[in-house]
T-cell receptor, first 112, second 113 residues
Framework: NAGVTQTPKFQVLKTGQSMTLQCAQDMNHNSMYWYRQDPGMGLRLIYYSASEGTTDKGEVPNGYNVSRLNKREFSLRLESAAPSQTSVYFC???????????FGEGSWLTVV | KQEVTQIPAALSVPEGENLVLNCSFTDSAIYNLQWFRQDPGKGLTSLLLIQSSQREQTSGRLNASLDKSSGRSTLYIAASQPGDSATYLCAVFSGGSNYKLTFGKGTLLTVNP
């Protein structure tokens, strides 16, 4: 998954703690996405950013905030983590025509 | 709202068998459709991408078709091997000026030796 870097790869949080997942791409893509993946649920879109400076809610935005400070970086923040946010999180970036889609390697988050 | 459905949810076949995975989507105004493979505990690997103007794409033993008007795609795997065991995900790229990639829930494929 060259080109999209996610950190951290693993994280354990206590309920109520906050944290930020970082995502960066170096392919000059306009669109970036945050997904969560739960068993039997496929990938569900949390937030996306069609271009620098814009963000929009996806299918499951509650409990999350995002920030697209520049074209390269799109971060996902959990302000007050809940056990229901235990999941695998994937960041992706896509070129304008949707021809090239790159995923990060995933971030495994456990909230206890 | 775009919705993507994959059937079956799970499939178990003996080695060597040809098989078909199905994907359907509700909004035919798509840019493209893509099939991914995911191994347990791993990220996603892109297998095939079909543009909305195309009917099919082939890569090795894999062939993906697209019927945009009926909102359907199939992934055909020929001569299956145990190494093909994985979850296969279908995703459609759509949404007008707000580009969205919507995934199905996947098909868990097990190929038995």
């Amino acid at each position: 998954n060259a080109g999209v870097t996610q950190t951290p790869k693993f994280q354990v949080l206590k309920t109520g703690q906050s944290m930020t997942l970082q995502c960066a791409q170096d392919m000059n893509h306009n669109s970036m996405y945050w997904y969560r993946q739960d068993p039997g649920m496929g990938l569900r879109l949390i937030y996306y950013s069609a271009s620098e400076g814009t963000t929009d809610k996806g299918e499951v935005p509650n409990g999350y905030n995002v920030s697209r400070l520049n074209k390269r970086e799109f971060s996902l923040r959990l302000e007050s983590a809940a056990p229901s946010q235990t999941s695998v999180y994937f960041c992706a970036s896509i070129d304008r025509a949707g021809n090239t889609i790159y995923f990060g390697e995933g971030s495994w988050l456990t909230v206890v | 709202k775009q919705e993507v459905t994959q059937i079956p949810a799970a499939l178990s076949v003996p080695e060597g068998e040809n098989l078909v995975l199905n994907c359907s989507f509700t909004d035919s105004a798509i840019y493209n459709l893509q099939w991914f493979r995911q191994d347990p505990g791993k990220g996603l690997t892109s297998l095939l991408l079909i543009q909305s103007s195309q009917r099919e794409q082939t890569s090795g033993r894999l062939n993906a078709s697209l019927d945009k008007s009926s909102g359907r795609s199939t992934l055909y795997i020929a001569a299956s091997q145990p190494g093909d065991s994985a979850t296969y995900l279908c995703a459609v790229f759509s949404g007008g000026s707000n580009y969205k990639l919507t995934f199905g829930k996947g098909t868990l494929l097990t190929v038995n030796p």
